[in-house]
């Protein structure tokens, strides 16, 4: 298994501007995690989806940022217009996550290095 | 908010010390995890612990599980530069893995 795949690496846009980043699970993970990593904050979750549906966006900063999962193998993180302060590095996470049988450990993919000047 | 305190922040040490490290929480979880990061990747898995009172052992580290499933400790026997990287606990809850900021590791040869 590749493991979870990331695009791109690094993004570097002008503020106002729409950003698009990618992610591809592991085949068989039922959950799909958005995290914002920063300096000051650490990794912050954004987004949860079980399934394919969105169950927790209570971390997604603001009307600014989307997000979509149309299928089981892909998922986008949209910002748009981006901001400076949207400069951090964003992981995407996969794990399997069952009732009455926990949670298993995420597997996160490289991330996208993020620049918005 | 469950929230997730980790010490010491940085931590530089020789080749061949002992080192511990902590993540402290107020919160109660349903199970602790730990994953190194090292620059320009992903955190990976290294262990999970589920059970109050429980030590997991992963050659040179040893991990444990407080009591009360509110704290942990990570111990590194004899650290190696290959050792060197941020180290993040994580505590379980439900279906969220809710961070610590880390202990940034760096082992001098």
């Known amino acids: 298994d590749a493991g979870v795949i990331q695009s791109p690496r690094h993004e570097v846009t002008e503020m106002g501007q729409e950003v698009t980043l990618r992610c591809k699970p592991i085949?068989?993970?039922?959950?799909l995690f958005w995290y914002r990593q920063t300096m000051m904050r650490g990794l912050e979750l954004l987004i949860y989806f079980n399934n394919n549906v969105p169950i927790d966006d209570s971390g997604m900063p603001e009307d600014r940022f989307s997000a979509k999962m149309p299928n089981a193998s892909f998922s986008t993180l949209k910002i748009q217009p981006s901001e400076p302060r949207d400069s951090a590095v964003y992981f995407c996470?996969?794990?399997?996550f069952g009732q009455g049988r926990g949670l298993y450990g995420y597997t996160f993919g490289s991330g996208t290095r993020l620049t918005v000047v | 908010t469950q929230l997730l305190e980790q010490s010491p922040q940085f931590l530089s040490i020789q080749e061949g010390e002992n080192l511990t490290v902590y993540c402290n929480s107020s919160s109660v979880f349903s199970s602790l995890q730990w994953y190194r990061q090292e620059p320009g990747e992903g955190p990976v898995l290294l262990v999970t612990?589920?059970?109050?009172?429980e030590v997991k052992k992963l050659k040179r580290l040893t991990f444990q599980f407080g009591d009360a499933r509110k704290d942990s400790s990570l111990h590194i026997t004899a650290a190696q530069p290959g050792d060197t990287g941020l180290y993040l606990c994580?505590?379980?809850?439900?279906?969220?893995?809710?961070f610590g900021k880390g202990t940034l590791l760096t082992v001098n040869p």
């Open positions: 085949s068989g993970h039922n959950s």
């Open positions: 612990v589920v059970t109050g009172g």
């Open positions: 994580a505590g379980g809850s439900n279906y969220k893995l809710t």
């Open positions: 996470a996969s794990s399997f």
